[in-house]
């Protein structure tokens, strides 16, 4: 593997487990929010951040090359608004998909077919991250200033009718 390619995608990792922290950070907070639905959600899309670095990991160490762990930040613990809430999560998927698209470009120009291959699956991951936050954030502003709404759509979430939390797409 080319050597910018493989310091790029170690350095990814630091974005994937920082999304991880991030999730399970709002998670907590809206657990002691008494959100149970979107505790719930954000922890599924904590553990499943957890999976994407681990899937770059897996393809490194299938290919001999060495993986270092980052160190990570220490997330916020609380966030003015749900709606503001939901929206840090928006931006930090989409420095996630800037990077992926970053790294594809990279395995292309390098000619490296397999990490365009195990790259091309992060970029449709992301087009559904994107999408379930996006719905998200249509939902929230649907039920506007509402604590009635908020509950609703806390249901809808822990019911999984929000996407996301319940599904990732095959490997
Ligand atoms: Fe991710
Ligand atoms: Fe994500």
Redesign the pocket.
Known sequence: MNEDLHRALNEHLTL?FA?AHHYLALSIWFELNDLPGFASWMKQQSQ??LG?AQRIIDHLLERDLEVTLPAIESPPTSWPSTVEAVQSVMQSEQR?TRSIDRLQEKATRTGDRAASLMLDWFVA?QVEEENAVRALLGRLRLAGDSSLGLLIVDQEMAKGSIPGAMEEPEP
């Open positions: 994937e999304a499943d951040e994407h996630v991951e």
